[in-house]
């Protein structure tokens, strides 16, 4: 069985998001950092070279495959800001409806720009799918 390749490190957060060369990107990955550092309340661990997660959560499939992953968080990507927060959240949720305009992949939302999304309704959906995940 292949091994995840994604995993926590002790890179810094902070560090990763200075580096970010779009300006843009950068402000809204603060944004992003102090919004999910608030309804978390941990504090953020890099995961693998460019995702930001907080939490720790243990999964076992079916299969019987284990690993470690991170409950809520993001990682700036060069086209969209990727919100992995929707493994709890169903895509017919009244939520995503008031959410503005963003894309969902398997268990993410992607977003061009915070300014697009409602972040009110975005704290609640992070906010869900971290207490969701135990």
């Not at 284990?66 to 086209?79: L, N, T």
Request: charged share 30%; glycine share 8%; hydrophobic share 35%.
């Amino acid at each position: 069985m292949a091994e995840l390749k994604t995993k926590k490190s002790d890179a810094s957060v902070e560090e990763f998001i200075a580096n970010l060369e779009d300006d843009r990107r950068r402000d809204d990955s603060i944004s992003l950092l102090a919004l999910m550092k608030r309804v978390t309340g941990q504090e953020p661990k890099m995961w693998g070279t460019s995702i930001v997660g907080f939490g720790d959560f243990h999964y076992t499939y079916a299969t019987g495959r284990q690993g470690e992953w991170f409950k809520v968080g993001f990682s700036p990507r060069k086209q969209n800001l990727t919100v992995y927060a929707m493994q709890y959240i169903a895509d017919d949720d009244p939520l995503l409806a008031r959410l503005g305009k963003y894309t969902t992949g398997k268990s993410c939302i992607y977003i061009r720009h915070l300014e697009d999304v409602d972040l009110g309704v975005l704290e609640n959906l992070v906010k869900r799918s971290y207490e969701a995940a135990g």
